[in-house]
């Protein structure tokens, strides 16, 4: 599916989330990882980064958010996922860390805040 259709999946998917009424920390989640996306998009523009670091750091960075720091315990497979990017030639060690970057730093504080 290309850009377009994977955004317009996404939007429409949270304006069922919240005409629906989901659970605050579903509906929380879902914003977050939008947000990761949107802000991905922002910066593919003029630069590669990795999506898929991205959404692992992001969703890891909401899972520690959630249950607490034992779920650091998650860390390598973070870096299995970003690891795999840069072996299969996807992207650079930087585009991959960027991505983690990324992902971590928008999802948490805005699930924090909407959660």
């Known amino acids: 599916m290309a850009a377009p259709g994977v955004m317009a999946s996404v939007f429409i998917g949270s304006a069922l989330l919240y005409g629906w009424d989901a659970p605050a ?59 795999s990017r840069v072996r299969l030639r996807c992207h650079t060690v930087g585009q991959v860390a960027v991505g983690m970057l990324i992902g971590a730093a928008v999802s948490a504080p805005l699930y924090m805040l909407l959660g």
Request: net charge positive; proline share 3%.
């Open 25 to 83: 920390a579903v509906t929380a989640l879902v914003t977050a990882m939008v947000a990761v996306l949107l802000a991905l998009l922002a910066v593919t523009f003029f630069w590669k980064v990795s999506v898929h670091s991205a959404v692992a750091s992001g969703a890891l960075a909401i899972l520690v958010t959630v249950f607490g720091p034992w779920m650091l315990a998650l860390v390598p497979v973070v870096v299995l996922i970003g690891w």
